[in-house]
């Protein structure tokens, strides 16, 4: 089965570097499954886990937002923040998830809504991404 290099990097670090089958993407235009020798583009992804394909695995990678840049030679994915499943701190997680919830739940103006609401789809990425997603 034929591969490409697939890198996801941060500000801070390269949080992934594979050759891979097959990565899936949630960009803002819907879900998009990128196989060797796709054609170059660049796309705005949306939070949400990235799931790469090597042989008969798949990887999950919470990705926290940025773009997606399909090139001849490789896929690049640039995010303020990802992770890998196993670096995936759960309680600190749910403990997020939770805090959002209560944010979003409360009425008063000084609640920044779209920050509660950006930080409650970070903490559902991270939890979908290890496979802890249940209510
Ligand atoms: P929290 O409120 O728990 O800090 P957050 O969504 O506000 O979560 P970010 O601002 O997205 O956190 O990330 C800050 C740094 O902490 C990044 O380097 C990110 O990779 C890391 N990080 C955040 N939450 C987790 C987690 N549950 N497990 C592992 N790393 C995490």
């Not at 960009?27 to 660049?42: F, M, Q, S």
């Not at 798949?58 to 030679?73: T, Y």
């Amino acid at each position: 089965m034929s591969t490409f290099r697939l890198e996801i990097v941060t500000p801070e670090r390269k949080v992934y570097e594979k050759d891979v089958n097959m990565v899936v993407v949630k960009g803002v235009a819907g879900e998009l499954g990128i196989l060797p020798h796709h054609i170059p583009l660049v796309t705005p992804l949306k939070v949400a886990p990235v799931k790469a394909k090597i042989d008969n695995k798949e990887e999950f990678i919470a990705v926290h937002g940025g773009f997606m840049e399909v090139r001849k030679d490789k896929v690049v994915i640039l995010a303020e923040a990802a992770e890998l499943g196993a670096d995936i701190d759960v309680s600190r997680a749910r403990l997020a998830k939770e805090r959002a919830e209560r944010r979003l739940a409360q009425k008063q103006a000084d609640i920044n809504h779209q920050r509660a609401e950006m930080a409650l789809q970070r903490a559902i990425s991270r939890l979908e991404s290890v496979g802890d997603n249940k209510e």
